[in-house]
């Protein structure tokens, strides 16, 4: 926590660029004032000796503090502060709140502008003989909120620095990716043209029931796929290519440029919803140095990059207007298990062709150094084995570690292990990567988790296994619940995690850790022995990557805030850039860049959280999500009305159903008074002709609603039917 602390208080260095930040302060003068002259006053008063003009008053004068009022409190009970025209005061007490530009009141806590996250409740829509209806905003307390709380305009102010020279702007778009780990994605526009770069997915958190995965909001680029030129992808993780699927269709099927492996990896999830044979896929190979090629109004260039799957790769995009390198998820490994190297020749070469702007990967920019290489790796796995004589050892890591996979691979050959992987997905991409001679399989060695695995003695054998960040239904986990058809964790074996947790996954994790030690196996974890190391750069790694391209502007992406705030202080504090050439953005923020000179638009898309259960056009709405929230906290409460079809009066007593409610006499009672009362004051109201039944089945759940919150403190969903006979 000190290490952390010392970093936050770094980075709020030099944050205070605030709206006008680039108007020059006047220096401070001492004595003589410059305009009042001599023995003027520093408040700007008349010089001594001289009188104000009649009738003229200073009020910036301050008036001296009178000993006699010292102990006198002011008398302030019948009078209102006007704070109408002070724009200063901190007293918003009797004030309207501010509006942001989307109308919604402001929350500001300091310098941090907050704007709250779909705060309201909308009422449901309502069908002719049933509804299930959240009260209206009036009295309201918020919905539970998803995903990230506040939806940031940044705690640091980025003001509009710069005219763009004339001409039309290349427009840079983040979709995805910032404040957050997951959902990787950006668009490209230079006049017509449109480019986009990765659409990928993020795991749902514990507050989203039923969802798969959340996918970025491409309204924007849905919006004009005629001018859609292609979709480039930097690599082959699920959180840049997981959504493709899911908008390839609805993009009109765009041509995808990837290198071999990912190309691999995103046909076998296209073949998975039978969109193989419809998508065209260009395989790039970036260590050719006639990769650069056209897409309309871009000129397009893949140099390779380190990462913890092989085949990764940055990409160089360069317009009339200007040009960008987008690096992907990258980190500097000078001995990589693949062989396949950074090419920094390619970056040098593009440096001296001149880059405006780099989007820079900022997951570890809190980590001191340079991240360790898989070779260092690879070694400490070579101990484990050493250490796991007599004994079955279960491994857990990605399925798309691929490299991790071949040290993995070589130890257990060595030891003479039989290996069988568990997991659909390991066994996908192992195979994918053997095909494409990336992963060297002796196959008399390896192959599928089955029953045959109780024909060997423990020390012949190595799982090797999904499930490393607690995922339920991984095979790991299914092992863990003892759910597994072929595997049953003994107090003999040992399970290694090759991982660290995903923040956001930790709880999972632990369940499936206490799950496996309540077997009385032995757990080891990189704490124990060093068999984990990340595919992203650390300071030393961004450090390079930047004095490799030596952009005129740097761009912080790919992680969450307080990572990206600690990039921006590294460019700022440790490579010197300005303060001005470091743009912090958020999803739906725009650059603008035209002739090397680049600002932040004023305009913002509105991005919303897109939720799927994983099927193509399967997108599930907010209120479905709020709505499952309820049904498990409180239940669901079923109030049956069947009223005269003329005069719309009640014909029997309401009846009650509910599932998931604690029921009680005395709150059955309360529900049913709530019906009749405002059943009344509604035909009251309305009479017999005017009252319908959205009408009725909206107020009387609303109502009811209120009642709940005041009896029991609870928020049960409240279904009204209504029946005319």
């Not at 006699?68 to 007490?93: H, I, L, T």
């Not at 209806?133 to 640091?156: C, D, F, K």
Request: glycine share 8%; charged share 25%.
């Amino acid at each position: 926590m000190d290490k952390l602390s010392g970093w936050i208080n770094k980075i709020t260095k030099g944050n205070n660029n605030s709206d006008t930040a680039t108007t020059p302060v006047a220096p401070k003068t001492e004595g003589k004032s410059k305009n009042t002259g001599d023995g003027a006053s520093k408040f700007g008063g008349v010089p001594k000796g001289q009188k104000r003009p009649e009738g003229v008053k200073h009020t910036d004068t301050p008036k001296p503090k009178s000993s006699n009022n010292r102990n006198k409190k002011p008398n302030n009970r019948n009078k209102k502060p006007n704070n109408r025209n002070n724009k200063n005061s901190n007293n918003r007490g009797h004030q309207k709140p501010a509006l942001d530009k989307n109308g919604k009141p402001e929350i500001n806590v300091g310098r941090l502008k907050f704007e709250r996250k779909n705060a309201t409740i909308p009422s449901a829509t309502v069908t002719r003989n049933s509804s299930a209806v959240y009260p209206a905003t009036r009295n309201q307390r918020p919905r539970p909120m998803l995903g990230n709380i506040y939806r940031q305009e940044s705690s640091v102010r980025f003001p509009m620095y710069e005219k763009l020279p004339e001409g039309s702007p290349m427009r840079i778009i983040p979709l995805g990716g910032l404040n957050e780990v997951g959902k990787n994605s950006m668009a490209l526009e230079y006049e017509k043209d449109l480019l986009l770069i990765d659409i990928g997915l993020q795991f749902p958190e514990e507050n989203m029931p039923g969802v798969d995965y959340v996918i970025p909001d491409l309204s924007y680029v849905l919006d004009k796929t005629e001018h859609l030129k292609g979709l480039l992808i930097t690599h082959g993780h699920l959180d840049h290519i997981g959504a493709i699927h899911h908008y390839i269709e609805q993009l009109g099927f765009p041509t995808i440029y990837a290198t071999g492996l990912t190309r691999a990896l995103i046909e076998k999830r296209l073949e998975e919803h039978d969109l193989k044979d419809k998508v065209k896929i260009i395989t790039i190979n970036p260590d050719r140095d006639d990769v650069r090629f056209q897409l309309g109004k871009f000129t397009i260039d893949y140099f390779r990059v380190s990462h913890s799957i092989p085949d990764a790769t940055a990409i160089f995009i360069k317009t009339d207007a200007g040009s960008m390198v987008h690096t992907g998820d990258f980190k500097f490994d000078f001995t990589p298990v693949d062989g396949m190297h950074c090419d920094y020749a390619k970056m040098s070469r593009l440096a001296a062709e001149g880059i405006d702007l780099t989007f820079c990967d900022s997951t570890n920019a809190l980590r001191d150094g340079y991240c360790p290489s898989e070779k260092k790796i690879e070694q400490n796995i070579e101990k484990l084995f050493s250490e796991c004589e007599g004994k079955r050892l279960i491994m857990a890591t990605f399925a798309s570690s691929i490299g991790r996979h071949q040290a993995i691979i070589n130890a257990a050959v060595k030891h003479g292990r039989k290996i069988f992987l568990g997991g659909r997905s390991m066994n996908d991409n192992v195979k994918i990567a053997h095909d494409l001679n990336i992963l060297q399989v002796p196959q008399s060695s390896i192959r599928k988790l089955s029953k045959a695995v109780e024909d060997y003695r423990p020390e012949e054998v190595l799982i090797l296994t999904t499930g490393s960040q607690g995922e339920p239904f991984a095979a790991l986990s299914r092992i863990s619940r003892d759910e597994h058809p072929h595997v049953k964790i003994t107090s003999d074996d040992i399970i290694a995690f090759s991982s660290s947790p995903i923040p956001g996954n930790e709880r999972g994790l632990y369940t499936v850790i206490d799950a496996i030690y309540r077997k009385g196996a032995k757990i080891i974890t990189k704490a124990d022995i060093d068999i984990h190391a990340s595919g992203h750069g650390f300071r030393g790694d961004i450090t390079m990557m930047h004095t490799l391209l030596k952009s005129k502007y740097v761009v912080p992406i790919h992680g969450e805030y307080f990572m990206r705030m600690a990039h921006r202080s590294l460019a700022i504090n440790d490579l010197g850039y300005e303060e001005r050439n470091v743009i912090m953005l958020e999803n739906g923020g725009i650059i603008e860049i035209r002739d090397g000179v680049a600002r932040r638009a004023k305009e913002k898309l509105d991005q919303k959280l897109i939720f799927t259960d994983g099927k193509p056009h399967a997108d599930i709405q907010e209120a479905q999500i709020h709505e499952r929230i309820a049904l498990s906290e409180s239940g669901i409460i079923t109030i049956v009305l069947e009223l005269d079809k003329t005069t719309k009066q009640l014909k029997k007593s309401p009846k009650l159903y509910s599932e998931g409610f604690l029921e009680n006499a005395n709150v059955n009672g309360v529900i049913i008074d709530t019906v009749k009362i405002t059943f009344a004051k509604l035909h009251q109201k309305f009479g017999a002709e005017k009252l319908s039944e959205k009408i009725i089945t909206e107020e009387i759940a609303y109502e009811i609603k209120l009642e709940m919150l005041r009896e029991i403190a609870r928020e049960p969903v409240i279904q009204v039917i209504v029946t005319l006979n």
